[in-house]
């Protein structure tokens, strides 16, 4: 199968959007994932993917925690920042903020995941990362609606996409 096909077919599979930050000690990155899955609950670990073309790439293999951000709609420009090249993604000091354990946030976002990368795979021309989950926070109530990523759009999901 070529890459195409491949990403044609893809194209038409939506997924979650999420948000990944590190620091390796030579400052922030942060990129825009739809290849986050959880893996297992216990222990509770997670897998995301990295193109090697991914300018945050190098800093995510060298970091050894990262934040990981799952983005609604309301956050929605959190995740064209993460996706958007060539910018810096830390300008607004704003729109983020470190931990006490060094790793750089967004604040906006409402649920956040810290983990410890525990395992790296090549994959083609792309890294797999396995995270272990150390902490999670979810504030709010959740009133934004999931945010979606489908055929290289981002979408709301809403009582009107809801089937009985």
């Known amino acids: 199968m070529s890459p195409d096909a491949l990403k044609a077919l893809f194209r038409d ?23 986050l899955f959880s893996i297992s609950v216990a222990p509770p670990l997670l897998v995301f993917s990295a193109s ?9 293999l060298a970091a050894e925690t990262v934040v990981i951000h799952l983005i609604d709609a309301a956050c929605h420009d959190i995740a064209v920042l993460g996706a958007t090249s060539g910018i810096d993604r ?27 990368v525990v395992k790296k795979e090549d994959a083609g021309a792309a890294t797999l990362f396995v995270v272990h989950v150390i902490e999670s926070w979810q504030e ?7 945010l979606v990523y489908h055929n290289r759009e981002w979408h709301v999901l809403g009582d009107v996409s809801r089937l009985a």
């Open 13 to 35: 599979h939506p997924s979650g959007v999420a948000v990944i930050t590190a620091d390796a000690g030579r400052g922030p990155v942060a990129m825009t994932a739809s290849s």
């Open 52 to 60: 090697e073309m991914s300018s945050s790439t190098p800093t995510l």
């Open 90 to 116: 830390f300008a607004d000091p704003e729109q983020w903020a470190v931990l006490p354990t060094g790793e750089p946030y967004y604040v906006a976002p409402r649920r956040r995941i810290r983990g410890r």
């Open 140 to 146: 709010g109530e959740g009133d934004a609606p999931p």
